[in-house]
């Protein structure tokens, strides 16, 4: 995980964010890698190291993030903070394609997340898809 978290955090991560990225909603299962635990407000910019701050994040979301707590809206080209999952719905700023294999920003936070974050990398897309032809639906629809 890189982060040293308590018994007690770590069991209230994988409560709130039920083994999924909280960004992209991957799955271990899907990615093949395990979650890591990503800084919402990252450490650079004063975030803490606690349950508010903290989701579980697949490694590309994670990388891609970085130091980020903000990015541009491709629709109108404003600054707009990222999605926030410990303050925000998932459901408010996301959706799925007609696929299920492809996440579609809803909201300039989530049209900033998703390119932020390269929520559609062609990678992860491409596992979307093999799950998807062996019945798997996404956790949030």
């Given at each position: 995980m890189g982060?040293?978290?308590s018994v007690d955090l770590q069991r209230r991560l994988i409560?709130?964010?039920d083994h999924c990225c909280a960004y992209c909603q991957t799955r271990t299962a899907n990615s093949g890698q395990p979650l890591t635990v990503d800084h919402i407000v990252p450490v650079s910019q004063g975030g803490a190291t606690r349950?508010?701050?903290?989701?579980?994040?697949?490694r590309q979301c994670n990388e891609f993030k970085g130091a980020q707590s903000?990015?541009?809206d491709p629709l109108t080209g404003e600054e707009t903070s990222l999605f926030n999952p410990r303050q925000e719905l998932w459901e408010t700023?996301?959706?799925w394609d007609d696929s299920n294999t492809r996440v579609v920003g809803l909201?300039?936070?989530g049209r900033a997340t998703?390119?932020?974050l390269n929520m559609n990398n062609e990678v992860v897309v491409q596992a979307r898809h093999r799950w998807v032809a062996v019945g798997w639906h996404p956790p949030r629809q």
């Open positions: 982060v040293r978290l409560e709130a964010d349950f508010d701050n903290l989701c579980f994040a697949c903000a990015s541009v700023h996301f959706s909201t300039a936070v998703v390119i932020a």
